[in-house]
């Protein structure tokens, strides 16, 4: 069995469930939840509810308890008691019980709340411990722990003194982790009257509704005082205005869901889609998301899912389009955020820095480990720092080679690469069903077939295209992934075969006329082409014969030096060499560079994606310092003349920092171990692993592997039940899993639908797991299925969705 399905949002349409914060310890949060249990509990055909999940002090004095006495007809419980009355992480220390973890108590939250069986309509009220972020029993603040259930929250502001300034601070802390603040109530207070103050801030800058009742009667005034006072006070006209706002905000709320994507399809265009097949039940309704899941309105033609509620945990199978790095809804990220947007917003960026920006291009310079690399342009996504390379590269060899401004000059790259779509980028594709029918497109470049790599029945392989092994051997065997990746093959008759093939391709009289320059590569796979693991020996001899025979580009008579002699040893020869690691680096194979299963730096190198963990778009274009100096002079044409109004934004700046250094702390505190370890299958052959050389330096090759465990790839492999499940090789790498199917009727590519069927078998999964309903949200490209894990992911979830396409290939 796999192990248990995330918690996710609690949303249920005959149960109104609210989470009570309070802005500090001692500010109502019981007597003001007891006053709405009450009032809403008021007729024989709604049932309410009271949790209070974590409790200190003595038992007889528990909230709990309070509820039992004040508001007998609701049923008060309590899921962890502790007897010792301070924070729950020091009570549940000292306790001789297990502290249970915060998924564990999350879970325990939402089981309750799916017992909760109203006759007709009801009520759930969950009241928090403390302060906003007062800790958990496991530690972590509340505020935090309790995002994965998004429950609208109802804020207990603080009425005595001091009490503004922590209302409005406890409202902000819960607004940046995304919790809807339905009201904030509190009490009149009548010496230092917060309340006035407050009515007018929350309504003016929030348009949030502020409830106000009068004080309780004092502590020791007895029981009969304390219900007088819920009597009178629950009787009134504020609290049934409260009442009636939160009924209304929670049957708008599922309205609006349930509406959301009929209005879609008549008010978006959506990326990607044609519209002209498009049905509203095929668009996916994301109320919200935390960690590596959407939280989703579940179909409501499955009674066993509505049982479950509204929602449902959807695994991110694409890392929403590969940009999820850290987890939707990272606290950290979301802090950076504010910080920045707040301490700057945004500011130009022409002749003008800020410490975000000039750190982050440090940190990137620094973690890269290039020698060649040493100036950082900002952009705002992977297509235009694309284009902004090839801009660079462009000026560079037309600049050494004599070529003035030439209009006709190209780019070389591989078959099936794909770098955007914007219409520069597009140019560097060779024609394919993303810009057929665009209509200024223009493909500009000679692209080269390409050995694979995949798991094939079992079997790692080498697979070469028939171009380079006419009537031999397509296929060359090797004994694990970590083999094919082993530098020591670069001196033998495969390489000798690639340069060969690359030489006569080059080399070919129609070819010899062409003006290249640039050999722009996706190092390792190529991504939106088809998920193609290229051999590495293969593209590492690409760049070196590009690098050797720079006279196969030239044209002409070079001018100032030969192009086979760089000016130094950090400087570009051939031609520049741009990598486009937009989607594969900064981790996503399991290293901070794609460049370094290479082991050959590159003069131009991209990065985007998850680059700011997946938060805000930004992308960076790393240039050499001879690039770079190509574009000195005096007059201002001869400048790099581009640029963006949000180039360098201190707020993609600032999260970016945080991304990448939380992902180099993952990396040196070993947070991988799990997956890179002998455990997982991918540590054989290590020994084998050598030490590569060559002018920059000397390098190890790094370690291959991935989250996805080597036995299940080998598994999947061999699946061959039926045609729309005949599997015919598969890969992994880092966090990406790529299934490539037998194509369907003999379509290949983009527009194949082979791979449809396990996109839709994900998506509809219906199974339930501890009373919790959970399914995948994936893409497909044509014949290529592919998920893509975090960096956050944790085993339990991989562990779960191969479990997941197991019982899919195996017919279950």
Known sequence: MPPPAPAGSLLRPDLRIFQVFGANTDVGKTIWTTILCRASNCDTETTTWYLKPVSTG????????????????????????????????????????????????????????????????????????????????????????????????????????????LSISAFESLRMRGYDIVAVLLFEGEEYKNHEYLTDYFRRHHAVHLGVIPSPPLMDSGPQAMEHYYQEVSSQKQVAAVVTLLREYHDNRIRRLREMAVISCEKIWFPFTQHGTLLSEDVTVIDSAYEDHFQTLATQSNPALQAQGVLRPTFDGSASWWTQGLGHGNPKLALAA?????????????????????????????????????????????????????????????????????????????????????IGAMDCSEPNTFNEKVEWYSGRGLWLEYPTVQCANGQWVVELPPIMAPGGTKSIEFRSLSEIFNVKRRKGQLQELYVRYILDTLGHSNNLTRKFGALLLEPIVLGAGGMALVDPLFQRTLVEVVRQRGVLFSNSEPTGYPPNEPRDKNDWCGLPVIFDEVFTGLYRLGHFSAASFLGVHPDISVHAKLLTGGLLPLAVTVASEGIFKEFDGVDKSDALLHGHSYTAHPVGCQVALESVRTMRKMESERKWDWASGQDNGWAEDLDGQADFKDHNGSAKCPHVWS??????????????????????????LGSILAIHLDPDQGTVGYESNAAAGIKNALLQA????????????????????????????????????????????SGN
Not at 71 to 100: C, I, K, M, W
Request: glycine share 10%; with cysteine.
């Open 766 to 809: 219906n199974g339930l797991e501890d009373g919790i309903a959970w399914n995948v949200h994936s893409r497909a490209l044509g014949n290529v299925f592919y998920v893509m894990a975090s960096q956050v992911t944790s085993k339990e979830s991989i562990d779960r969705l191969e479990f997941l396409m197991r019982s899919f290939f």
């Open 58 to 165: 003595p038992a007889n004095a528990a909230d709990a308890k309070h509820l039992r006495t004040y508001a007998p007809g609701v049923v008060s419980e309590t899921l962890f008691q502790y007897d010792l009355a301070v924070s729950p992480h020091l009570a549940a220390r000292v306790s001789n019980r297990p502290t249970p973890s915060d998924q564990a108590l999350i879970r325990s939250v939402r089981d309750f709340a799916m017992g909760c069986i109203p006759s007709g309509s009801g009520w759930l009220f969950i009241e928090t411990a403390g302060g906003v972020h007062s800790p958990g029993p496991a530690g972590s603040t509340q505020a935090d722990l309790y995002m994965p259930l998004r429950l609208p929250v109802i804020l207990i502001g603080d009425h005595k003194l001091g009490g503004i300034s």
């Open 338 to 422: 504010a910080y920045a947007a707040s301490r700057y917003g945004h500011v130009t960026f022409a002749q003008a820095v800020h410490e975000p920006a000039l750190t982050l291009a440090e940190m990137l310079l620094d973690g890269l480990q290039n020698p060649r690399l040493t100036r950082v342009f900002f952009s705002d996504n992977g297509s235009t720092g694309v284009e902004v390379a090839v801009k660079m590269a462009l000026r560079a060899t037309c600049n050494r080679y004599g070529w003035g401004t030439s209009k006709d000059v190209e780019v070389l790259g591989l078959r099936g690469s794909y770098h955007g779509d914007t």
């Open 707 to 732: 989250v996805w465990s080597a036995e299940f790839v080998k598994w999947l492999s061999k699946q061959k039940s039926t045609p729309s499940k005949r599997v015919k090789g598969a890969w992994a």
